[in-house]
């Protein structure tokens, strides 16, 4: 289990992101990659919670999102990356952080299609405890030609901004610009943590690979707690927060 020293917890409050190398081994790298091939191929059958983030009405899907891959395949939540993802989430937020949802996000090989700038807290209810993080794993190779992230400093210290729905049911976008942000290259079985409130988006994918992410989601229990009372599982609703 990867320790986080007082340096990086320090860098995820201030900064609002935070680059972890190599939390999965090989041997896991390949157990995440061959399942998600599974999900992507519809061995796994997903399809109430799948969908295409692009908003585009293309039969090719762009930018697959498929939530809740945990509901399907419950024996994730047993795995390292779930594990090892929540023991970092209880160390830079406290101990009564939970797994709150997580999902798989791939950018198809030569679509080119950005994610538009965005705070994840954005799709969410309005809750009296803010603290949220999500962990970003890297299954392929992320970088700047098939859409590594890109976060904005300290973005995450200033309210949500306004945030309008792309297409079709697309991604939400804000306002945003690379001028003023970083971009996070990751190796498989490496990942980065970024608060809710962080500010990020990444580029389309031009290349001739996939660019597999898969993502867990936390927060605390009792937000977690709150949220199912009010009917939110993160299934796949997607409406902009009052």
């Known amino acids: 289990m990867c320790e986080l020293t007082q340096k990086q917890k320090h860098f995820f409050a201030e900064e609002g ?11 896991e790298i390949t157990y995440y990659s061959d399942l998600y091939n599974s999900f992507l191929n519809n061995e796994i059958d997903a399809s109430k919670f799948r969908s295409d983030l692009s908003g585009s009405n293309d039969t ?10 945990s509901k399907l395949v419950p024996e994730l939540l047993e795995k390292s990356l779930h594990q090892k993802s929540l023991a970092m989430a209880k160390a830079l937020m406290g101990d009564d952080i939970e797994l709150d949802f997580d999902m798989l996000i791939n950018k198809a090989p030569y679509t080119d299609t950005i994610t538009p700038w965005h705070q994840d807290a954005a ?3 309005d809750m009296p405890d803010k603290r949220a993080a999500s962990c970003w794993v890297a299954i392929d190779p992320a970088y700047k030609e098939n859409g590594c992230m890109w976060y904005t400093p300290k973005s995450h210290q200033n309210p949500v901004l306004p945030h309008v729905q792309t297409g079709n049911k697309g ?15 990751l190796s498989p079985g490496s990942c980065v943590f970024h ?23 936390f927060r605390p229990k009792a937000m977690i707690e709150m949220e199912r009372m009010q009917g939110v599982d993160h299934t796949g609703e997607r409406e902009v927060k009052a």
Request: net charge neutral; charged share 25%; aromatic share 10%.
């Open 195 to 217: 608060q809710g409130g962080t500010l990020h988006y990444s580029r389309g994918n031009s290349t001739a690979d996939n660019r597999r992410a898969f993502i867990t989601n």
């Open 60 to 69: 090719n899907e762009k930018i697959t999102q498929i939530m809740v891959p």
């Open 17 to 27: 992101y935070l680059v972890v190398e190599n939390l999965l081994t090989k041997k």
């Open 171 to 185: 991604a939400l976008k804000c306002e945003g610009g690379e001028e003023n942000s970083v971009f996070v290259e």
């Open 123 to 125: 799709y969410w209810i």
